[in-house]
Nanobody
Framework: EVLLVELGGGSVQAGGSLTLSCAAS????????LGWFRQAPGKEREMVAT???????NYADSVKGRATISRDNAKNTLYLEMNNMKPEDTAMYYC????????????????WGQGTQVTVSS
């Protein structure tokens, strides 16, 4: 059974920083493409950042320059560091994994975490 568990959510003031982590129980983790998505109340889930198996990254325009996605294959863990956070970053954040970058980028990954809430106050 594949399990993705996000940690690190919480409340932060605007301008502050937060780091999310996602621990995964996946065989051959290093070959998977990984990503962070978020969903704000009343809005559709959107991609925040992805990282593939050769560490190529992609970011949503809304977080470029403020977010860094990284992975530690030795620990089967994915990270998302966000700086200069804004109230519009408030959302439930989900990590996701798929063997194919296309499915991940399209928001249709094989595996999702349960989500962690991030709230940014002004």
């Amino acid at each position: 059974e594949v399990l993705l568990v996000e940690l690190g959510g919480g409340s932060v003031q605007a301008g502050g920083s937060l780091t999310l982590s996602c621990a995964a129980s996946i065989d051959n983790y290093r070959w998977f493409c990984l990503g962070w998505f978020r969903q704000a109340p009343g809005k559709e889930r959107e991609m925040v950042a992805t990282i593939d198996d050769i560490n190529e990254t992609n970011y949503a325009d809304s977080v470029k320059g403020r977010a860094t996605i990284s992975r530690d294959n030795a620990k089967n863990t994915l990270y998302l560091e966000m700086n200069n956070m804004k109230p519009e970053d408030t959302a439930m954040y989900y990590c996701a994994a798929d063997a194919g970058l296309g499915r991940l980028a399209a928001g249709r990954p094989s595996y999702w975490g349960q989500g962690t809430q991030v709230t940014v106050s002004s």
